[in-house]
């Protein structure tokens, strides 16, 4: 079972890149730090925003960490439409909610996934943008024996 701060991001990173349409993945580059080099889009970003603790008992701690995950589709360097880069962006949101919300425990990797927020919007800031932002809790209990 995935107990560090390293081990549930890697599970989820393992999850984004795992994500198809049809065969080919749907990500083009994901990140686990908060700028990445985009060449490849859509783009996902990971990163760890902290977390907290709740004493279960005198063996058990219950450890939440929270993550932020963002996506983004650029529109005219990718030779996108606004409705192109619109169309993959939507897509692309819809299939990490589907894919976090068919696997709650990260295959019993750990206690519970939840999406607890996401925003979507785009900006310009040399170039322009749709992207997404997803706010995920993942829970843990960790053993202290």
Do not use: C, W
């Amino acid at each position: 079972m995935a107990q560090t701060l390293t081990e549930i991001i890697d599970l989820i990173e393992t999850k984004l890149k795992s994500l198809k349409n049809g065969t080919a993945p749907i990500f083009g580059d994901v990140f686990k730090y908060a700028d990445g080099d985009f060449k490849k889009f859509p783009v996902a970003l990971i990163t760890e925003n902290g977390g907290r603790g709740q004493v279960i008992d005198s063996h058990r701690n219950q450890r939440t960490y929270d993550f932020t995950i963002k996506l983004y589709q650029e529109q005219s360097l990718a030779g996108k439409t606004k409705a192109e880069a619109a169309a993959i962006m939507r897509s692309a949101t819809d299939a990490v909610l589907l894919a976090f919300d068919a696997d709650k425990d990260f295959s019993g990797q750990v206690d519970i996934v939840r999406v607890v927020e996401f925003d979507t919007d785009f900006k310009v800031a040399a170039g322009t943008f749709n992207f997404a932002t997803f706010r995920v809790d993942v829970v843990v209990l960790v053993h202290s024996y």
